[in-house]
């Protein structure tokens, strides 16, 4: 088992920046993918990015590219998500995820059913 919760959620002007944290405790982190998922109201929780084990290789969705940074810190079993230069339009519950498989395929990456771990989300909420 593994256990994540999210911090670092909360309320930010458009524009602004926020830098979310997962710690994880449990099994070694440094053996799972992680990513970043989100759901705003009324829609499906959706990809935001994932995180290889050793942070190699990340990837993202096109509507976070160039404004969102994700990292982690195995020695801290810790993830983060920087984000800057936010929209309104990112306004969700953003959950962090573990997955014990590789995760090489566009298309694997992508699929919820792929993480074997979630977290219980942290709130962002960005004013226009």
């Known amino acids: 088992q593994v256990q994540l919760v999210e911090s670092g959620g909360g309320l930010v002007q458009a524009g602004g920046s926020l830098r979310l944290s997962c710690a994880a405790s449990g099994r070694t982190f440094s053996n799972y993918y992680m990513g970043w998922f989100r759901q705003a109201p009324g829609k499906e929780r959706e990809f935001v990015t994932v995180?290889?084990?050793?942070?190699?290789?990340?990837d993202y969705a096109d509507s976070v590219k160039g404004r969102f940074t994700i990292s982690r810190d195995n020695a801290k079993n810790t993830m983060y998500l920087q984000m800057n230069s936010l929209k309104p339009e990112d306004t969700a519950v953003y959950y962090c995820?573990?997955?014990?498989?590789?995760?090489?395929?566009?298309?694997?990456?992508?699929?919820?059913?792929?993480?074997?771990?979630w977290g219980q989300g942290t709130q962002v909420t960005v004013s226009s």
């Open positions: 995820a573990a997955s014990s498989k590789v995760l090489y395929l566009y298309s694997s990456r992508r699929t919820l059913s792929n993480y074997d771990y």
């Open positions: 995180i290889s084990w050793s942070g190699g290789t990340t």
